[in-house]
């Protein structure tokens, strides 16, 4: 039995993660604010364990309990692997920085950065003393390596997240059961976040005519495919601890 828990089911990439793993041989832990009851249905219909947690990652105490949950739920005598998959994302504020409130702030590094750190610290103090496949994934962004006009907190986050996971592998290699963990850009999405650029003013974000002409041209790649790379990669692959993987090298 396999184990997934994944972040951000509700739509776009998480979604069509779990729609690609749903399998008898998998135990399937959903974390959102909103539920999906698509995939409720399918699992439902396929005989397939699937758990949905509703869950406000802006919220520590929430994060907490439903670990606990999750955790008390996983039978780690029949685990051949245990993943998770931090990929809840939000790509507000846009604007610069100045213009930002300091709850727009907050709220962008706690979803973006913090819910990841703490999610992953749990999962990695409950897993410690079993050798089973652990594998983290971060999901991260070009944006982490390029400043964009008013993407400063986003691509601060995401900066954030690839460094984590430069850090944490290094930690693992001294550790008698090590956790992998790993990052992965994926690139220009056709997702809801991608709707949200497109409808920025501007002022706020001066390349908001280079992401209305990657939708008009058709050059945003589909959650399903990069999904399917992602999935290949974290199952069939030998992954090298703590490094920052990008969609082009799979291309």
């Known amino acids: 039995m396999k184990y997934f828990i994944i972040t951000g089911t509700?739509?776009?990439?998480?979604?069509?993660?779990?729609?690609?793993?749903l399998d008898k041989?998998?135990?399937?832990?959903?974390?959102?604010?909103?539920q999906n009851n698509e995939l409720k249905e399918?699992?439902?219909?396929?005989?397939?364990?699937?758990?949905y947690f509703s869950c406000d990652?802006?919220?520590?105490?929430?994060?907490?309990?439903?670990?606990e949950r999750i955790f008390s739920s996983i039978d780690f005598s029949n685990a051949e692997g245990i993943y998770l998959v931090n990929n809840a994302g939000m790509i507000d504020p846009i604007k610069p920085i100045g213009k930002a409130?300091?709850?727009?702030?907050?709220?962008?590094?706690?979803?973006?950065?913090?819910?990841?750190?703490?999610?992953?610290?749990?999962f990695i103090r409950h897993t410690a003393s079993f050798s089973t496949k652990k594998v983290i994934v971060n999901i991260s962004s070009g944006a982490a390596?390029?400043?964009?006009?008013?993407?400063?907190?986003?691509?601060?986050?995401?900066?954030?997240?690839?460094?984590f996971t430069k850090s944490v592998g290094f930690e693992q290699e001294t550790t008698e059961n090590p956790v992998t963990m790993i990052s992965f850009?994926?690139?220009?999405?056709?997702?809801?976040?991608?709707?949200?650029?497109?409808?920025?003013?501007?002022?706020?974000?001066i390349e908001v005519d280079q992401f209305i002409e990657y939708?008009?041209?058709?050059?945003?790649?589909?959650?399903?495919?990069?999904?399917?790379?992602?999935?290949?990669?974290?199952?069939?692959?030998?992954?090298?601890n703590g490094h920052i993987y990008d969609i082009k090298s799979f291309l």
């Open 42 to 51: 399918l699992a439902f219909e396929k005989g397939i364990n699937l758990y």
């Open 215 to 240: 939708n008009e041209k058709g050059m945003l790649r589909s959650p399903d495919f990069i999904a399917g790379v992602i999935l290949d990669l974290i199952v069939n692959q030998e992954l090298i």
């Open 185 to 205: 850009s994926p690139g220009v999405m056709d997702t809801e976040m991608q709707e949200i650029i497109r409808k920025t003013n501007k002022e706020d974000f």
């Open 25 to 34: 041989d998998h135990t399937l832990f959903c974390i959102s604010r909103k």
């Open 57 to 67: 990652l802006q919220k520590s105490e929430e994060i907490e309990k439903v670990m």
């Open 145 to 163: 390596n390029r400043a964009r006009h008013g993407w400063t907190a986003y691509s601060s986050s995401k900066a954030g997240i690839d460094m």
């Open 101 to 122: 409130s300091p709850k727009e702030l907050t709220a962008n590094m706690h979803v973006n950065l913090l819910a990841p750190m703490l999610l992953s610290s749990y």
């Open 10 to 21: 509700s739509r776009g990439l998480g979604e069509s993660i779990v729609k690609q793993i």
